[in-house]
């Protein structure tokens, strides 16, 4: 999946908490609401407000949830493991399973979103 595949899955997919979701599109998704967020802290800066960056992330927020939980079905796990963050260690360990390999072929969230390549 490319970077404009998984921006339009993203937006396509707003609050779809079922299914799953590649390495790619999670990876991917990552970086445009980092570089969002970074335009739109510059654009703040430059206006001198607080709004743009807070509308951007109010904007991204959902969603990035969303794919989070969906990347995590990718590798057989439930999205409620996402309330791990809460704990420095847990975020280690998400960040250990966003770069895993999701499971082959389907599995109890669905089927392989690469198609079992």
Do not use: Q
Not at 15 to 31: D, H, I, K, P, Q
Request: glycine share 14%; charged share 10%; aromatic share 14%.
């Amino acid at each position: 999946m490319g970077f404009g595949d998984a921006i339009k899955s993203g937006f396509n997919n707003y609050v779809t908490f079922s299914g799953r979701a590649a390495r790619s599109e999670f990876w991917y998704w990552m970086l445009f609401s980092f570089i969002a967020n970074l335009v739109a802290g510059i654009v703040d800066g430059i206006l001198g407000l607080g709004l743009v960056g807070l509308l951007v992330s109010l904007a991204l927020f959902l969603p990035g949830i969303a794919v989070s939980a969906r990347r995590l079905h990718d590798i057989d796990r439930s999205g409620w493991w996402l309330l791990i963050a809460f704990t420095i260690i847990g975020i280690i360990l998400l960040i250990v399973w966003d770069c895993t390999k999701g499971t082959t072929g389907a599995n109890s969230f669905g089927a392989d979103p690469l198609g079992s390549v």
